[in-house]
């Protein structure tokens, strides 16, 4: 299936000193970073072996517990569901991370491994002294993204997409990330809204042996994916809505990653409005649909201040740019709508 993939566009020589975010940003085009976390200890580690790797996570974790996906090895690394989709194949446990580290150094060589994955761990939880050697320095840049730590064995996190921007760092094993844009979403057959194996729907299709009679238009979707290894020190720049499907290639895994959003910290995320959305308009007719989709043509998905051109400007209220106060008048507003 990967063979049918593109490549992803690829920028050589980077390093977090010279980071083109802008340029990144600006072309909302996914890119392989290679190098960028090249000079990192952590990577140095894990290229002396996955023990030296684990010693080096050990070193810096401070004793916080930690939660984590664990699946039999039937499993075989897929966090999913079972097969009426209506829960998980994994359970999720609390313990520490070196208890965690113990039991994938235990597995190394076993072909057929229970599932381990720690999961967007915040770095500064657990490991803050980790930072030191093993940073793309964002806050320097100006960008809130504080850094997250994924753990694990050969883990496969099924196709999803996140809201924010995301560069993801390949600090211990091989990765394989195969992404498709947007408006393949409904050629990817997402799953559940609740429960998901990692806060966000994924595909229902299983990326090693595709269902196409199951699953048609996923040839559709193919027919879009752009594909690539990365390698221990590699990044990926992961544009806000594409979908990507990760799969961890090697016995000890590790990444590091950072998301960032493009609105300000008071503009909340879409998916409240999503799940409202569904609530008050998906089942009403078809006609009075339609005609909803206008209105949101109107005031959300056009220019965003066309609808309040023909107004006074102290007239426009909410239909000009959003605030913090703006954003709190609206919050207090809505949840009092909801409470009635």
């Known amino acids: 299936m990967f063979d049918q993939a593109a490549p992803i566009r690829t920028m050589e020589g980077c390093s977090a000193d010279a980071l083109p975010l802008a340029e990144l940003l600006e072309g909302g085009t996914p890119t392989v970073l290679r190098g960028l976390a090249r000079d990192w200890s952590l990577v140095a580690a894990g290229r002396e072996s996955p023990h030296a790797a684990m010693e080096h996570l050990r070193a810096h974790y401070n004793g916080r517990p930690v939660q984590y996906n664990w699946g039999a090895p039937e499993t075989a690394g897929r966090p999913f569901y079972v097969e009426d989709r209506t829960a998980l194949n994994c359970e999720v446990r609390r313990g520490g991370l070196d208890q965690v580290l113990d039991e994938l150094a235990a597995y190394l060589d076993d072909p057929r491994p229970p599932t381990y994955y720690v999961a967007s761990l915040l770095v500064d939880y657990c490991m803050p002294t980790l930072r030191a050697g093993n940073d793309l320095g964002f806050a320097a840049k100006g960008v809130q993204a504080p850094p997250a730590i994924w753990i694990g064995n050969r883990v496969t996190a099924s196709c999803h997409y996140d809201a924010p921007n995301n560069i993801a760092c390949c600090a211990v094993g091989r990765r394989r990330f195969t992404l498709f844009p947007p408006e393949q979403i409904a ?3 997402p799953g559940p809204l609740e429960p998901t ?3 966000q729907a994924v ?16 040839r559709e979707a193919l027919a879009t994916a752009q594909s690539a290894v990365l390698e221990p020190g590699d990044a990926i720049f992961i544009p806000s809505m594409w979908w990507h499907h990760v799969q961890g290639l090697d016995p000890f895994t590790v990444l590091v990653n950072y998301w960032w959003g493009s609105m300000p910290d008071w503009i909340p995320t879409p998916m409240h409005a999503l799940y409202h959305a569904m609530w008050t308009i998906r089942d009403r007719p078809e006609r009075e649909k339609q005609a909803w989709r206008e209105v949101f043509e109107y005031y959300v998905f056009g220019p965003a201040g066309q609808a309040g051109t023909h ?4 007239a426009r209220n909410i239909l000009g740019p959003f605030d913090e106060m703006a954003a709190r008048r609206m919050r207090a507003m809505l949840i009092g709508k909801l409470n009635r």
């Open 187 to 189: 050629n990817l057959y």
């Open 197 to 199: 194996p990692g806060g």
């Open 203 to 218: 595909t229902m299709v299983d990326f090693r042996d595709p269902d196409l009679e199951r699953y048609p238009r996923f």
């Open 311 to 314: 107004l006074p400007e102290a």
